[in-house]
């Protein structure tokens, strides 16, 4: 699997997908 990016958006988990989980 490729390595997928996640960034801190306004405190929640935001992926590369644009899917974000808190």
Same mark, same amino acid.
Do not use: K, N
């Given at each position: @699997?490729?390595? $997928? +990016? $996640? #960034?801190y %958006? #306004? !405190?929640?988990? $935001? $992926? +590369? @997908? !644009?899917? %974000? /989980? /808190?």
């Open positions: @699997s490729e390595h $997928v +990016q $996640v #960034d %958006a #306004d !405190g929640v988990y $935001v $992926v +590369q @997908s !644009g899917i %974000a /989980t /808190t």
